[in-house]
């Protein structure tokens, strides 16, 4: 089965700063690679997501690259905000005949005012 | 409703008891999963329906735990013998359904504390 891992577990940078959140995945099949955003005590929301056809998405601040062939994509949030503080978790899904998302194991941002 | 309602939001229940905790996925999503994330860790998967059916449990720790889905709307996630290592958050989600890439909604979750 696929298999996620997720780097850094913990992360703290000054507001204003960049965080960079990366993912690496076993299965090449997989093709749908979102990213979900969760604050305390409430539930996992989408933040982006990116395709396998794609290599690069920007959404303002936030920007997801992946690149198949290595297997890992990575979240990018420029000039952080206090409000950025959460954990984020990436994951993988495979199309076909059924679709199972497979999450990382997280990472909590903090960002420093 | 508007987004996916799981039901109750807190439940606490003695070691040994049975819980049922129901998921109503958003209206039209065929493909429901329940995940349970414990303190600190990410969702763990415990099971997929894509309609009524089950198209993937691999997730079910053991043979405590047991889901249906019976008319493809409501799922109900059953829990028997309760052991305190089960207290987590249950969490629910619906996405379209197979055959394409598609954002997976969640719900609120369940807080189940075993005592």
């Known amino acids: 089965g696929e298999n996620v891992e997720q780097h850094p577990s913990t992360l703290s940078v000054q507001e204003g700063d960049s965080a960079v959140i990366k993912c690496t995945y076993s299965?090449?099949?997989?093709?749908?690679f979102p990213w979900y955003k969760q604050e305390l005590g409430k539930r996992p929301q989408l933040i982006i997501d990116?395709?396998?056809?794609?290599g690069e998405k920007k959404d303002q601040r936030i920007a997801v690259t992946l690149n198949k062939t290595a297997k890992h994509f990575s979240l990018h949030i420029t000039e952080t905000q206090p409000e950025d503080s959460a954990v984020y978790f990436c994951a993988t899904l495979r199309s076909g005949g059924y679709q199972k998302v497979t999450f990382g194991t997280g990472t909590k941002l903090q960002v420093i005012p | 409703g508007a987004g996916v309602s799981q039901t109750p939001s807190n439940k606490v229940t003695e070691k040994g008891k049975y819980v049922e905790l129901r998921c109503d996925p958003i209206?039209?999503?065929?493909?429901l999963y329940w995940y349970r994330q414990s303190l600190g860790q990410g969702p763990e998967f415990l099971i997929y329906?894509?309609?009524?059916?089950?198209?993937?449990d691999s997730g079910l720790p053991n043979d405590r735990f047991f889901a249906v889905r019976p008319e493809g709307s409501v799922s109900t996630l059953k829990i028997q013998r309760t052991e305190r290592g089960d207290s987590a958050v249950y969490l629910c989600?619906?996405?379209?359904?197979?055959?394409?890439?598609?954002?997976?909604?969640f719900g609120q979750g369940t807080r189940l504390t075993v005592v």
């Open positions: 329906f894509q309609g009524t059916g089950a198209a993937d």
């Open positions: 299965d090449s099949a997989s093709n749908y």
């Open positions: 209206s039209g999503h065929t493909a």
């Open positions: 990116i395709r396998s056809n794609v």
């Open positions: 989600a619906s996405s379209l359904g197979a055959g394409g890439n598609t954002e997976a909604f």
